[in-house]
């Protein structure tokens, strides 16, 4: 059967709907291209090239909002969403009100889409992976294996079109690198990892990142243990960007209205320390996650979610935000065509403090710092807070780096630690972006965490 161009399809879809008896309905258009490639001992390990292309369909029939998608834009597929929305809807059980969206009158004009990253060819990507696998083997001879190493990009371009007007596109692209080398001493390994995220290749710095991550590997070697107890913790930027990832879903209104988050009824009270201000940015320059508008096109906008320690607001889409009486912040998340509409913050992160991280060692004076957790799958209960993760790190004596540790585990409880947090550092970085936003911490001082060795 003839395939249509998203025009041609989206007006037969709206007219069918309409008929169908839908009164108000939206189209959610995704286009998408990733590249990724991996190498291993100077051979390509893992090669993909991926195109996604689909139509997501959701209309409000009788009351409550149906979905469906599919991936091939014809004549057949039209009466297919229609009967399938339609189907959905009637079999919902869920009576929570769900609307489509009008639109709001300005949208912020941001640009996420380099132009001359699409001109990079795969040979170059390639390139330049093999490239760092190579400097690495051969930064230093303890550098004995390259657990990862890889290249990866991607581009895409949506488009949300409803009944009501709205008609909005957003397209981005980026490509990241990460480095994980195996580094022997004795019958001893140990690893570290480096990565990059930008639009722009020129920021893929191969040197830079063979440098930090066998430096840190090497740093690791001669690891001991500490004694089981409590100690004051410096969390490195990383380690800090990863537990506020882990947690990020305990700011989501949808998880607090069903009972999956501790911060129910506690928007306008103390959450976290005077030094925590956490902020959800979607308009940040560079950000990865930076987008206009959000899964329902409502106009996104930067939002202290923590201020000083006050909970400001919960992260809404229209729907938890009808529940709640309160104006959706613009985090509606529709991660793919085939998607419902669920919440996820955009550039999510800790506001950075004054002080740098040898300030903040100097400041605990003894403890330890730590530096890469292991297990936050697993170790970390996001609806409790409580964790218990492997980490490891080193030793601070008197202001200073003493030893480095591993195989220690560090335990405490989320929502707690937002109230330990004695200083902000100034060192804020970024993780690699994904699906559910990016996420940025500086280093972090905690009153106290307890460590098992």
């Not at 480095?179 to 480096?194: E, F, K, N």
């Amino acid at each position: 059967m003839k395939t249509m161009e998203f025009r041609e399809f989206k007006d037969k879809l709206f007219k069918a709907a309409r008929e169908a008896g839908f009164t108000d309905f939206e189209v959610y258009y995704a286009l998408g291209e990733s590249f990724k490639v991996t190498v291993y001992q100077k051979e390509i390990d893992n090669y993909s090239v991926n195109v996604t292309k689909g139509l997501g369909f959701r209309g409000i029939y009788n009351g409550r909002m149906g979905y469906a998608y599919t991936e091939i834009l014809d004549e057949e597929s039209v009466n297919l969403l229609v009967k399938n929305a339609k189907t959905n809807a009637i079999v919902k059980d869920n009576d929570d009100l769900e609307v489509i969206y009008r639109g709001d009158d300005k949208y912020i004009d941001i640009n996420c889409f380099n132009e001359e990253l699409p001109k990079v060819g795969e040979n170059e990507k390639i390139r330049l992976a093999l490239e760092m696998e190579t400097m690495a083997l051969e930064k230093d001879k303890r550098v004995k294996d390259i657990k990862y190493c890889g290249i990866q990009s991607f581009e895409g371009n949506i488009n949300i079109v409803n009944s009501k007007g709205l008609d909005l596109s957003h397209r981005a692209n980026g490509i990241y690198a990460v480095l994980i080398p195996v580094v022997q001493d004795g019958d001893r390994a140990t690893t570290s990892v480096a990565f990059k995220s930008s639009r722009n290749i020129n920021d893929i710095k191969v040197e830079d990142l063979v440098n930090e991550a066998v430096e840190k590997a090497l740093a690791y070697i001669g690891a001991g243990v500490v004694k089981t107890g409590k100690y004051k913790v410096v969390l490195n930027n990383e380690v800090a960007s990863d537990l506020l990832e882990t947690y990020a879903d305990i700011f989501s209104a949808d998880k607090v209205q069903k009972g999956m988050s501790l911060l129910k009824n506690k928007t306008g009270k103390i959450v976290g320390s005077k030094t925590l201000t956490i902020i959800d940015d979607p308009l940040l320059e560079n950000g990865m996650a930076s987008t206009p508008f959000d899964g329902e096109g409502v106009a996104c906008h930067t939002k202290e979610i923590v201020r000083e320690g006050q909970l400001v607001t919960l992260l809404h889409n229209l729907r938890t935000a009808l529940k709640d009486g309160v104006k959706s912040t613009g985090n509606a998340s529709r991660p793919s065509y085939s998607s419902t509409i669920d919440i996820s913050p955009t550039n999510f992160y800790v506001k950075a403090g004054e002080l740098d991280l040898e300030e903040l060692l100097r400041k605990m004076q003894n403890g330890l710092l730590i530096t890469e957790l292991q297990g936050l799958h697993s170790g970390a209960n996001t609806i409790s807070g409580d964790f218990s993760l492997a980490a490891k790190g080193f030793e601070i004596l008197n202001g200073e780096i003493s030893r480095p540790i591993e195989q220690i585990t560090i335990a405490g409880n989320f929502y707690q630690l937002m109230l330990d947090i004695e200083e902000v550092g100034n060192d804020i970085k970024f993780g690699i972006p994904s699906g559910g936003g990016c996420f940025g911490s500086p280093s972090l001082l905690i009153r106290e965490l307890s460590v098992a060795g």
